[in-house]
């Protein structure tokens, strides 16, 4: 079955294929004999009550090669305004943080084309409240998390709190960026802190977590990768000594990492919540057992987990996409995504 996927991405321009998680997944499609087309944000447009995009449609002039650098080098484009919903599939693969813009042009295609991640899960989860909003009262799956843009508020928490460290980052960063670890030793510069933080933006404020620290974060975490609800792949991430963050963008290094029983647990947990908010495919980092962050807008590491596994998750993904597409065809507007989720748990 042959079908039609739209991947919204960052520039190609910026992609490096030796690393680059996106390609992969365009690599396994275009291999698989779908119709391939990419587009980035700034091409969405409305004509006529109509979404369309700029789209450039994947050509191929010779054999596909194996090699991702190759591919990316000889890939050919063709440019072409289209209907956003012709498509079978549109996949969000675009960079944080998520221009709302951006779903208030897909609104109008959400019932026609299966949106991965689904808008309505997009806008409930692509930012760091996601995760602090989830219902955990005593603690067991997510550490204590505060969020506000008030800083007296923010340092009573800090005073009051049991740790003499935590984990403060902006609520909108990504890739570990402004993540950093706060000590009660250094209570004089954590107001000046918290201003800078909250307050370095020209004309507006900006919210901050304050999160539990969570002993072993200094080993670094585990990133999960979830595709309708279970996992598909996961690796440890180490950073670099003297650093807090462990994200490859900041120098981590990666390596090897079985699910433990207690992790299998939690992804199940977190992995139903997740598909009924409409997110098929996110990466989950987890620090000694407790969730930290669910990443729902372009998660990567999937180049290493392949590497470091001898597998190839982008072959699970399009497998998904195809079972979808299917479904949906062949349901129409009875279709629910949870199904398939629902329907795999049956079987095991």
Known sequence: MKIKICFIMYPW????????????????????????????????TIRNSITLSLCKNISLKEKLSKSMTSFYKTVEFKSEMRALNEFDVIFMRDNPPLDG??????????????????????????NKIYTAAYFDPNHELIPATYVSKNIDYLLSII???????????????YGGSGVIIIEKAAMQNIRSLLDFYIN????????????????????????????????IGA???????????????????VEKYKLTKADKMLCREIGEKLVRDGI????????????????????????????????????????????????????????????????AAIKN
Do not use: C
């Open 280 to 343: 098929y495919f996110a990466g989950l980092d987890l620090i000694n057992g407790k969730l930290i962050e669910v990443n729902v807008m372009s998660p990567g590491t999937i180049t290493d987990i392949n590497r470091l596994n001898k597998v190839k998750l982008q072959e699970k993904i399009l497998g998904y996409l195809e079972k979808v597409v299917k479904s949906k065809n062949k349901l129409k507007e009875d279709f629910r995504p949870e199904t398939l989720l629902e329907n």
């Open 200 to 231: 370095h933006g020209k004309d507006h404020s900006n919210y901050v977590i304050l999160q539990e620290y969570v002993e072993g974060a200094e080993e670094g975490d585990v990133r999960i990768l979830m595709l309708n609800g279970e996992p």
């Open 235 to 253: 690796l440890r991430r180490r950073p670099v000594q003297g650093d807090v963050r462990s994200n490859i963008s900041v120098g981590g290094a």
């Open 101 to 126: 813009l951006v779903l208030n042009f897909l609104d109008s295609i959400k019932d026609d084309v299966f949106i991965i991640n689904a808008i309505d899960g997009l806008r409930e989860a692509n």
């Open 159 to 173: 005073k009051e709190s049991e740790n003499d460290k935590m984990i403060m980052k902006p609520l909108d960063g």
């Open 13 to 44: 321009e910026e992609v490096r294929p030796s690393q680059d998680s996106t390609i992969r997944i365009i690599h396994e499609a275009v291999k698989r004999g779908h119709e391939v087309s990419i587009t980035d944000p700034s091409n969405l």
